[in-house]
């Protein structure tokens, strides 16, 4: 990639913009975007099947500079995965193994601790943990995970379990869903990352993840966690076998649930790293052209979300510096072990270190603001404190 397309200063009326719209037959979408009205289905399909991406990232990047100007957030994360073991066998997941296998592996509280501690230098303010779906163990065990992490670090902000490791402990506890939540909490569990929901369609369900739970299973946990005080992402992975009007039926779940709930944090697409799955010699494979599509049309048709992520874990840092352009705010952290999408094969590195993350944003025309889990600002990249 040559660089980032910088649209920053590129303002929304210039003849250019007008012209591309136009040619797309985005007219009537761009008057509904700046009278800041809701996009429907129909209007989510087309921009996800117009040829003119250009448009579609312009009227994406006008949302998010209305929004948030030109900073860019990051955080200063470390991943932790603690169990590839999982009792499921998704079509599109190289990370899980089977209990008994010889790659399978699970870390106990010590060994988080002893991860935690091993990074002590970087003074991560988040971990991020999610796993497979053990067979075996029981409900105390995802307590000393969250346990374990504030042991090693008391001011760590613990944000662990998909909804489908909740819906997980839901089922194996034998305790409420109030006692659940109250455990988790007394725990030391922040909020919860928003993976698990893949594309909430029930073909796609049936087809690729079948032995997990559903589209609406998904949201009901989502639900639960969201009325429960927790705060959350939310997710979708595409570039397997989902068609658009599947991407944008899920953009609508998920904009009707904020609507009801309000708990999101920020939405982030998931691009499908397709190596070692079942669905590796199907084609499906993510291209840039898709991936900043799915940004900008998440911007646009999540009205309600206020923050859109870039993942560069899945999307490559260039591709995630570009799609600063094409309405993401964020592009994630330092990250360091991740280790399910680099199974999938991703060719991105396994951390970016806090200068990597500010240069990628400045080469991009943004200003890189340090963020909290839960989008506080800590500081300008510059070193002034945010006030």
Known sequence: MSGPANFADAPLDDSLAHRLIEKAGLADVHDKVER???????????????????????????????????????????????????????????FAAKEGEARGYLMRGPDIEKKLREYDDLAPTEVHMVAGIHPSMPYDYYLEVVRAAKRARPDIHVKAFTMVEIDHMLKVSKKS???????????????????????????VHKAVFREKIGPQEWLDTARKVQK??????ATMLYGHIERADERVTHLVKLRELQDECGGFMAYI?????????????HGHVTTG?????????GRLMLDNFANVKAYWIMLTPESAQTALS???????G???????THDAGTTAPERLNRNDLMRLIREAGYVPVQRTTTYEEIELAEGSPVA
């Open 177 to 203: 869903e109030d006692e659940v939540f109250a455990d988790l909490r007394e725990a030391g569990l922040g909020s919860c990352p928003g993976g698990g929901a893949e594309v909430l369609v029930d073909r």
């Open 326 to 332: 094409f309405g993401a705010n964020d592009i994630d």
């Open 269 to 281: 697409p998931l691009a499908f790293w397709p190596y070692h799955t079942d669905l590796e010699h």
């Open 36 to 94: 800041g009205e809701r996009l429907g289905f129909d209007d989510g399909l087309r921009l996800f099947e117009t040829p003119q991406l250009a448009a579609v990232g312009w009227l994406a990047h006008r949302v998010r500079t209305r929004r948030h100007g030109k900073k860019a957030y990051f955080n200063n994360n470390l991943h932790i995965n603690y169990t590839n073991i999982c009792q499921y066998s998704c079509k599109f997941c190289a």
């Open 289 to 297: 052209w898709m991936d900043l599509r799915n940004i900008a049309v």
């Open 228 to 233: 429960h005080g927790f705060k959350m992402n």
């Open 334 to 340: 330092t990250v360091t072990e991740e280790k399910i």
